[in-house]
């Protein structure tokens, strides 16, 4: 796995499934009520598959799915509480208000915002999120790229956590100016 850090963002080629779990467990472990993470990628690039890791690692034991149905389910029994939207169905940003989706993920709302397809409404998100753009690597189906990137203090915070886990876990790690 390869790890490039750039000021406030972080590209990340994992080797394998098991790497690729690693950013939803170290979120797990330090997301906070209030924190959105924005998840953006097409369409079986792996943002479900990175939900789920992010909700065993919250210690949700109910098996979450896409809810590309029900647009938002919320998990309580976590360590925080998960509100996991997918925005795929929805046609304009009038129809977040459907979901409540303002209040849930306004910083003094408990729990934790994971959006699916949030790069369908960029400016109804908020300010201060973690983005993880999941992507194929051409020419190897099985293989993804993870790109996380993110402004504000809550973001940085998330960014810096999953910094750590590939400060460690990194075979090479370069700082580009």
């Known amino acids: 796995m390869i790890a490039n850090a750039i000021e406030d963002s972080l590209s990340w080629s994992p080797a394998n499934r098991a790497d690729f779990s690693l950013v939803g467990s170290a979120l797990a472990a330090v997301v906070q009520d209030g924190d959105v993470i924005c998840l ?59 979901v409540d989706f303002w209040a849930l993920t306004d910083d003094g709302t408990p729990g934790v915002c994971l959006i699916e397809w949030a790069d369908l409404f960029p400016d109804e998100m908020p300010e201060d999120a973690l983005t993880i753009h999941v992507g194929y690597i051409e020419g190897n189906e099985e293989a993804r790229s993870l790109r996380l990137s993110g402004e504000g203090g809550r973001a940085g915070r998330l960014l810096a956590a999953v910094a750590e886990v590939f400060d460690g876990k990194s075979a090479s790690q370069e700082q580009d100016a």
């Open 40 to 98: 953006e990628g097409e369409l079986g690039a792996g943002k479900t598959s990175l939900a789920q890791t992010f909700a065993l690692g919250l210690g949700i034991a109910s098996p979450v799915v896409s809810p590309t149905f029900n647009i938002l389910c919320t998990y309580p029994e976590g360590r925080v509480p998960l509100h996991h939207f997918d925005l795929y169905r929805l046609d304009g940003p009038e129809q977040l208000e459907d």
